[in-house]
């Protein structure tokens, strides 16, 4: 459990985003003691920053000669993040310089670490910054992004600052013992399907494809090869995930989880799908009317399917009913082949606490009760081990 933080800034453009960083920390009970480069003042403010963290900053590296500021960070933090990291600072860090109170801090701390670049991309294209970077990772040092984007120059490539949720979030999961998913690909579907009723109607559900992104970005943050497939075209993706597909319809996902079959370890079927599409297909817009009925067919099932198909992957379903809702898991676990299904009740829909059962062919192998997404996650990639 992460209880404290120690947050390095330094001078670069996304400064700005370690203030929101600072606020969710804040609200997720979390304390955050802040440290900054001379140049980080150039984008951040002093009080800005200690409002924020309810903490005095530090900068001076001799403000205090009786106090050795730079040892602090042993004692007073659970992990040690630096955000925006700029090439100026990883280059430091890479080569053991410690001619501040960031980077001697940095050096002195003996916990966890993580450092999220920020910078031009042709800086961080640059060999001897990746160099630097790798030179961080091989060390044991946590790297997280940097993004594709537009740029503070207007350029638009690499080197944007991960958003501060995203950063969060890797907090916490560095608080979980690590798995061993490195290079394990894992297939994840998140979100509800929508099927057209004409040419601006559609038929979906409430699904909001929370736990199957909190899923994926905890896969990939502990090494896996994520790949997923979502409708959620505005949600937060770690750029850690390189295969994202965005789908609207049943159809489309069905296209999407089949081509990637072959070339997987895990599919965990986190998105709700259609149960039923319009028998046929309504081209324009039907004209309002005092009453409508509308022919629905079944729809086919992507998981059965897959559970037909597969060899040596492992299949995890996820059952969501109002009644009856162990025995309707079961049933669907026998049916459609699974390894594991997760059962919950329609109330969880769009929670960020919820409660869940996870059944194999034995019985009941686990219940969780109200925990976090991120638990619930850690706790579903334990099954694919």
Known sequence: MIKEVFLGISGGIAAYKACTLIRLLKKAGIGVKVVLTKNAFEFVTKITIETLSQEPCCFELFANPNEMTHLKSRKLADVFVIAPATANVIAKLACGLADDLLTSSFLAYEGPKLVVPAMNSGMYNNPVTLENIEK??????????????????????????????????????????????????????????????????????????????????????????????????????????????????????????????????????????????????????IKKQDELVLDFKKNRDILAKVGELKKQQKLIGFCLEDQNLEAAAKDKLQRKNLDYIVANKSEVIGKDIRSVQIYDKSGLVQAIDKADLLEISYQLLKLML
Do not use: W
Request: net charge positive; charged share 25%; with cysteine.
């Open 136 to 285: 961080l990772r091989s060390r044991g040092i946590e790297i997280l992004g940097p993004d594709k984007g537009v740029l503070a120059c207007e350029d638009v490539g690499i080197g944007r600052m991960v958003e501060p949720e995203l950063i969060l979030q890797k907090i916490k999961v560095m608080s979980y013992p690590k798995l061993p998913l490195q290079n394990k690909k894992i297939l994840i579907t998140a979100g509800g399907t929508r099927e057209k009723i004409d040419s601006v109607r559609v038929i979906t559900n409430l699904s909001s494809g929370k736990l199957g992104h909190n899923l994926a970005h905890m896969a990939a943050l502990m090494g896996a090869k994520v790949s997923l497939v979502t409708t959620c075209k505005s949600a937060l993706i770690n750029p850690e995930i390189k295969d994202i597909c965005y789908v609207e319809s049943s159809e489309d996902m069905y296209k999407e989880v089949l081509a990637r079959m072959k070339n997987i370890d895990c599919l965990y079927m986190a998105a709700a799908v259609s149960d039923f599409v319009l028998k046929e297909e309504r081209l324009s817009k």
